[in-house]
């Protein structure tokens, strides 16, 4: 063997060396942070800075699926409540949901990480401000804010339906369906009205809860309004 091929030799022992090692070290890595992340109690900060609130430790999760399959819980799952530490709602949910909210969220939204879904576009809760949208809908019935919903969001071009209920709590709401350009209203939409707060909506969606679920967490919604003291 020549000296250059002893040289090339060399150099290529090196280099395989080098990148055993950088494996090493990336491995090392990683299972550290995961480590890490499985000692915290309490939150998880998630890419995309979002915060991660559950299930429970103690619950049965379900196996996240593979899109377009629906998230289900048993019926002898707990059900936790979520309250909004910015404005005065809450909501009962499975245990094994798991919930996350984003740090500094002026729509103080809650979303859904479960699945292959990211959270950011799977949210379950936030609030709608009608005057940000178009303040001429303020003097107007709330269904009719309800039924152009659409028009703010590029992927809809109508509306199928709006019925209005009411859930046991007595907030008023709305049930939408909306098309998009492909023809189908996949999706469920909820809007709540508050209670004093003419400008508000609370938005409810959902496009991967089993039905039962969905409709039990928007017939738990509650407004609390602060009582006036003395």
Partial sequence: ???????????????????????????AAVYAAYRYSQSQAGNIILPGGVTYLGPSPQATGVQPPTAPQRFTAASDVAWNTYSSKQYPYSFSYPSTLPLVVFPGDILDSVAIAWGNIP?????????????????????????EYVKNWYKFFSGLKGVAKVEPFTNTNGLRGYKASYVNYAGTAPNTDVFF????QPKYLIHMANGILDPVIFDRIVDSLKWTTPSSTK
């Fill in 1 to 27: 063997m020549g000296k250059n091929q002893e040289n090339q030799q060399s150099d290529f022992t090196k280099l395989a060396v080098a990148t055993i090692l950088g494996i090493l070290i990336l491995g």
């Fill in 193 to 196: 009205e508050v209670p004093g």
């Fill in 119 to 143: 959270p950011q576009t799977n949210l379950l809760i936030n609030m709608e401000f009608i005057d940000k949208r178009d303040a001429s809908y303020l003097p107007k019935a709330k269904i």
